[in-house]
């Protein structure tokens, strides 16, 4: 298994991630729509402030592996934050996005102070459901049309990581 890094997204990763994205659009249908132009891509570039909205891509020496999304973070007394990911194509069933995954959460946790983080799942989309068990995440409940995906409101499973 390849050892992956963690780091920001950033503007000069534009046409990887885009060319990445293109490439992954059946793999990612109907779960999630990545960025795969150049105004998609700097529309999700201006969510990430680096406070309450951090963006993640998930790398080998070789290529891009996927992107990881925390997101809304509120401190005080909740200390938590939601999670988002997807893989890109090539890069499924390797363990990839486990080492990515379970470095974001460390980086959460160690870096950010954060006490739970959470991540928000359609019933249907068992690999990310694996993805998050592998990663010690525990289902927590269901909420009926809970985000607008794709034009329709989906139910979603939430599964959640508390800070050791």
């Not at 200390?79 to 460390?106: E, H, I, K, P």
């Amino acid at each position: 298994m390849s050892a992956v890094r963690i780091r920001p997204v950033q503007p000069a990763d534009e046409a990887a991630f885009v060319a990445a994205a293109r490439a992954s659009r059946r793999l990612h249908r109907p779960w999630v729509t990545a960025p795969d132009s150049a105004e998609a891509f700097s529309r999700y570039l201006q969510r990430f402030d680096g406070e309450a909205h951090h963006g993640f891509l998930v790398e080998t020496p070789e290529r891009l592996v996927g992107a990881i999304h925390l997101t809304n973070i509120v401190m005080g007394a909740f200390r938590s934050g939601y999670l988002g990911y997807y893989a890109f194509a090539g890069a499924t069933g390797q363990g990839l996005m486990t080492q990515g995954l379970n470095a974001v959460v460390r980086h959460a946790f160690k870096q950010l102070g954060l006490h739970r983080v959470e991540a928000n799942i359609q019933p249907a989309n068992s690999a990310s459901i694996a993805l998050a068990r592998r990663c010690g995440f525990q289902l927590e409940g269901y909420s009926p049309r809970y985000l607008k995906i794709g034009g329709r409101w989906r139910d979603h499973e939430r599964w959640a990581r508390l800070a050791p």
